[in-house]
């Protein structure tokens, strides 16, 4: 992996996935050495737990899909089902069945 694609997945990635973007903008880290150490030592103490497992699981859905379409190989409408719409519709659909199970208990 190169320097630059290395930075790029530590900005880009996983900073946003652990939900550090805040935190991020206000210690200000600059190098990809500055990133790593910012995410080592917040990830397991100041990560927005929502966020992270939104995000973690649209990357092991994306990865589980990528993984199983070779044994789907006869079912032609599993092969062309694109990976992307699954993991938008998953992640949009999970707060509304979370508000929709808030709101059954409030009316009850």
Known sequence: MTHKALKLYYREQLI???GLVALENKMNPESTLDKII????????DYHKPTMLVSF???LVLIFMRFSKGYFRQ???????PEVLLV???STSIPLVLLFLVL?????
Do not use: N
Request: hydrophobic share 65%; aromatic share 28%.
């Open 16 to 18: 946003p996935m652990f």
């Open 38 to 45: 910012f995410l080592l030592e917040f990830s397991w103490s």
């Open 57 to 59: 699981g649209a990357l």
């Open 75 to 81: 079912t032609w409408w599993i092969e062309r089902l």
């Open 88 to 90: 938008v519709v998953l």
């Open 104 to 108: 059954s208990d409030w009316f009850v």
